[in-house]
């Protein structure tokens, strides 16, 4: 094999060293460590799929359960092996102090190990802003770029009657979905030193916004079963002043939550569509 230094290969330019080990040192340079951040309460239907899908993309995972009497126990305990946290928070423990306590958590053991964090809601799925590669290998030219956090488009994945019930895993069978461009803003992705306290992750992070949006997949209501449970039982008595008053919106307006399919666009696997073909607010709001 040929030598790069000079002296062995005065053919090779001088210009062509430095490409190639330009080159080498991107061979050696280490993969960026990637960690994902789950609050779980009651959605163990989706809770393996939300681990699988943060684990495919290469992402450590640290998971807190607040007090759930589903499922969701048990599937932690079955990923014990896989994740790089599991902690149990009794139901007392307020809702309102997870996200600060998880924040300090993460500034206290994690950011000096890590580059990126992604905390998703245990009910989403983080894309790229497209579809043509990984969301994992989007985050690698985020960890490059001069971008500290980005923003996300919710597309909403919402259950219908045309659905197929044989269909076990979540993102096969509930496909049809619509933007949700007036909902709070989704900032659910940044750079590990880019930490700061986090309010439902909507609030920036420390640093500089990306100008361009990711998208993030969101299935709140999976089934006409799973979707009356959070409603009734789940998320009741969640609202403080205007925080999370979209529950009791929706529970007033129970009729409407019964989708038909042609009301919303198709997920075949291609690009998502940023048309608006349904309105969410009219579920969501209270003035609306």
Known sequence: MASLCSNDNPGLRV?????????????????PKLLGVL??????????????????????VVAWDHGSDDSTKEVLHSFRKELREIRHLPREFDF???????????????????DWISWPDQDEFLEGPDRTKSYRD?????VDSDYDWVQFHNFNFWWTPDDDPSLECTRERVRHYSLFPDCAPRLRSWRATSTNERVFNHNPPLGKGSPEFFNLCHYP??????????LRRDRIDLRRGGSNSHYETMSSREEKLRIKSEQLHLDLGGELRKDVCFRWDELYFENS
């Not at 609050?39 to 450590?60: F, K, M, P, R, V």
């Not at 309102?96 to 890590?114: A, F, T």
């Not at 209501?221 to 959070?230: A, F, G, I, N, P």
Request: glycine content about 2%.
């Open 221 to 230: 209501m999976r089934s006409e079963t799973q979707m009356l449970r959070r």
């Open 96 to 114: 309102y102090d997870l996200y600060p306590s998880m924040s300090k958590n993460l500034l206290d053991n994690y950011v000096h190990r890590y």
């Open 15 to 31: 210009d062509d060293m430095a490409h190639s080990r330009r080159q080498l040192f991107k061979r050696r340079k280490p993969q």
């Open 138 to 142: 989007w985050i690698f030219e985020l």
């Open 39 to 60: 609050l779980c309460y009651n959605d163990g239907d989706l809770l393996a799929e939300s681990i699988t899908y943060l684990l495919e993309q290469d992402h450590d």
